[in-house]
């Protein structure tokens, strides 16, 4: 018997016996509103055909592409998405801060760059999360989420009618002290850049009301608060701003796990918002089987469940496992496809045709 065992290495094997089903397929067609193409910064064009066959395994009809930059990077996504396979892929631009930040003027000037990324064929804006974070202006000020000097930009977006898909925090444990309390501990040691506690970060609260204050300012603009709106633990609070705000939607990228550990809860405010809510995955390379987790999660009552793949040995957020939630089909359509049309209209054909079964 080993008298010691690290946590690291403890990988326990439930003992439950339950009903267990794999949903290989969607009940509807989905459209992935938040995923990637690049990543750690690399990027082959080879990797595309293959990424076409994993989203028809996974049922996944069309997919947002949020790396799309600007000027010759917008380009080149463009040209290698849209041309080929025009109506699978959607592709948003981003803002180039370095560029502009050593200008007092430096919002204005990134408004007319996304203007520029709109005529080139950008079909929406990704905000990362370094607005709020890191990102300082010439006089080595934190530039907060909703800084006067940003409006312009947000008011392109709404001008354009293009969504702005927005990341503004993280999970609640990224903002506490790194101690044995810390849910994420093995996650954050893993990757400490992800730790935003301390006097060189905003409160998570703080960060927070910034973003409300954006979105109220802005009511034309059409807001998608990525990763569950960054409140998946506090659905409650998250349903305030949805009720409060016309403009403001959330997708469910990378957040099944903490859905998935609040399965009544999670229910409630799904079916409650199911025309607020879109579906995400947030993952490259994406293959079918990580769609499919969410798919398991979405359609079926399992209980107790990982929320990583078979071949992994452990999901990396955090010690738990999740449960399904059973959703009807009238909120599944709304997820899965219909509030992405609504966003994006010019993709209504594509979800057409694949619902009358002739894609």
Avoid at 5 to 32: A, G, I
Wanted: charged fraction near 30%; proline fraction near 7%.
């Amino acid at each position: 018997m080993k008298k010691e065992l690290l946590l690291r290495e403890y990988r326990p094997r439930p003992m439950l016996r339950v009903e267990s089903h794999w949903v290989t397929k969607p009940r509807f067609p989905v459209v992935d509103i938040h995923n990637h193409s690049e990543w750690q910064g690399t990027w082959q064009v080879t990797d595309v055909p293959w990424l076409v066959e994993e989203m028809d395994k996974a049922g996944v009809v069309a997919r947002v592409d949020l790396d799309g930059g600007n000027g010759e990077r917008l380009r080149r996504h463009l040209e290698v998405f849209r041309e080929r396979w025009p109506d699978r892929f959607v592709i948003f631009a981003s803002l180039e801060w370095e560029k502009h930040l050593e200008y007092d003027d430096f919002g204005e000037r990134m408004a007319k760059e996304l203007e520029v990324s709109i005529k080139a064929g950008a079909e929406g804006l990704k905000v990362w999360k370094n607005l709020g974070l890191t990102l300082r202006d010439n006089r080595g000020r934190l530039i907060p989420v909703d800084d006067p000097r940003l409006d312009p930009i947000f008011e392109v977006a709404g001008a354009a009618h293009i969504p702005v898909l927005i990341h503004v925090a993280d999970p609640l444990a990224f903002f506490e002290p790194l101690d044995e309390y810390n849910e994420r501990y093995e996650e954050l040691l893993a990757h400490p850049d992800w730790h935003f506690y301390g006097p060189s970060f905003p409160r998570f609260d703080d960060l927070y009301a910034q973003f409300e204050r954006r979105v109220a300012r802005h009511p034309e603009t059409q807001f998608v608060g990525a990763h569950v709106g960054s409140l998946a633990e506090d659905l409650r609070r998250l349903g305030g701003l949805l009720d409060r705000y016309a403009n403001l939607r959330v997708d469910v990228a990378a957040r099944v796990a903490e859905l998935g550990r609040q399965p009544y809860t999670a229910r409630d405010f799904l079916i409650r918002y199911a025309d607020r809510v879109l579906f995400g995955l947030d993952s490259w390379p994406a293959e079918a089987e990580e769609y499919r987790i969410y798919y398991r999660f979405f359609e079926t009552r399992d209980e107790y469940f990982p929320y990583w793949l078979p071949s992994e040995d452990y999901g990396g957020s955090g010690r738990w496992w999740i449960y399904g939630v059973d959703l009807p089909d009238a909120v599944l359509q709304r997820i899965y496809y219909a509030n992405a049309v609504t966003l994006i209209p010019r993709l209504g054909p594509l979800v057409d045709r694949h619902l009358r079964g002739n894609p």
